[in-house]
């Protein structure tokens, strides 16, 4: 059974800091492109960052690219949001993706992790 679990959302100022992570289970992890999107009230799910199966490649939405960074471990089959310089725009539910680089039926979603940015 494949999971995905997200964490370390939570309520944080504008201008702080927070770290997302996501482990899978029930996957050969390494075989996943990895990606976080996020959902904020009223709109709809947005892509947010990517990782490629070995963690050398990355990208972001523009709006993000300088503040976030994507990582993954795979030895720990868990990818990583670091979030910088938070705004409350970017508060939303951030969901974890996995996405099999041959078989595009193998596509997974963790339940979400609320992140507000408030002061």
């Known amino acids: 059974q494949v999971q995905l679990v997200e964490s370390g959302g939570g309520l944080v100022q504008p201008g702080g800091s927070l770290r997302l992570s996501c482990a899978a289970s029930g996957v050969t992890f390494s075989s996943y492109t990895m990606s976080w999107y996020r959902q904020a009230p009223g709109k709809e799910r947005e892509l947010v960052a990517v990782?490629?199966?070995?963690?050398?490649?990355?990208s972001y939405a523009d709006s993000m690219k300088d503040r976030f960074t994507i990582s993954r471990d795979n030895a720990k089959n868990t990818v990583y949001l670091q979030m910088n310089s938070l705004k409350p725009e970017d508060t939303a539910v951030y969901y974890c993706?996995?996405?099999?680089?041959?078989?595009?039926?193998?596509?997974?979603w963790g339940q979400g992790t609320q992140v507000t940015v408030s002061s």
């Open positions: 993706n996995a996405h099999h680089y041959l078989d595009v039926g193998r596509d997974y």
């Open positions: 990782i490629t199966r070995t963690g050398r490649s990355t």
